[in-house]
């Protein structure tokens, strides 16, 4: 079936601009995580949501950063007024119900903050 | 906070020989240990992962991984390396400190340990 993907797959932008990148998840999936990997570096949490509870932000680095979620399906993670700082690959997985029955990630999107 | 340790970032094997990729976590009462594979081009992929009950776990591709509780480790090791087991693997660590169905779903990564296999 079809995994977890991700749009889009690179996304240059300019210092200061808003950028929106997409996952759709496994359907049927109720946890979805979104994660930030800056080059040599592990991933970093940003959040997580679970079904309808109230979404866990606590990773976020910014108020710049947020994310929604449409019940268990698409998520979309906004920056806005990118900085340099910013640029990094945003990972996405989903899992059927929780961490303990391993991630499901995407391709990951390339941004670039020029 | 829960922090994941990867001592080493890149590992060059020859090929047949037996590698140990080395993990170890921050103490916490109860855990969940994860090992992800990263192949050249590809997206992360569950390796193995131990939950509860035998701490030695194994994957389909000949990996296995030991959950030791008083060393806070959770090594991946591989008897005989192959060529396409080249990839960069991370390990990871979902620590159990709320009391819900599901515990602290957040995922603690490692920096990743590139294992590279010489012909």
């Known amino acids: 079936g079809a995994g977890v993907s991700q749009s889009p797959s690179n996304k240059v932008t300019e210092k200061g601009k808003d950028v929106e990148l997409r996952c759709d998840p496994i359907?049927?999936?109720?946890?979805l995580y979104w994660y930030r990997q800056r080059l040599g570096q592990g991933l970093e949490f940003l959040i997580y949501?679970?079904?309808?509870?109230?979404?866990?932000k606590s990773g976020l680095p910014s108020d710049r950063f947020s994310a929604e979620r449409t019940g268990e399906s698409v998520s979309t993670l906004t920056i806005q007024r990118t900085q340099q700082e910013d640029s990094a690959v945003y990972l996405c997985a989903s899992s059927l119900d929780g961490a303990k029955r391993g991630q499901y990630f995407g391709p990951g999107t390339r941004l670039t903050v020029l | 906070a829960q922090s994941v340790t990867q001592l080493d970032s890149q590992v060059p094997v020859f090929e047949e020989a037996p590698v140990e990729l080395r993990c170890n976590y921050s103490?916490?009462?109860?855990?969940?240990l994860f090992w992800y594979v990263q192949y050249p081009n590809q997206g992360l992929q569950l390796l193995l992962k131990y939950l509860s009950g035998s701490t030695l776990v194994e994957s389909i591709n000949g990996f296995e991984a030991e959950f030791n509780k008083s060393q806070t480790s959770f090594h991946l090791r591989k008897p005989s390396v192959h060529i396409s087991d080249t990839a960069e693997y991370f390990c990871?660590?979902?620590?159990?400190?709320?009391?819900?169905?599901?515990?602290?779903?957040?995922?603690?990564f490692g920096t990743g340990t590139r294992l590279t296999i010489i012909p």
């Open positions: 103490s916490s009462v109860s855990v969940y």
């Open positions: 949501f679970q079904g309808n509870s109230a979404p866990d």
């Open positions: 359907s049927g999936h109720t946890a």
């Open positions: 990871a660590v979902s620590d159990l400190d709320r009391i819900n169905n599901f515990g602290n779903e957040k995922l603690t």
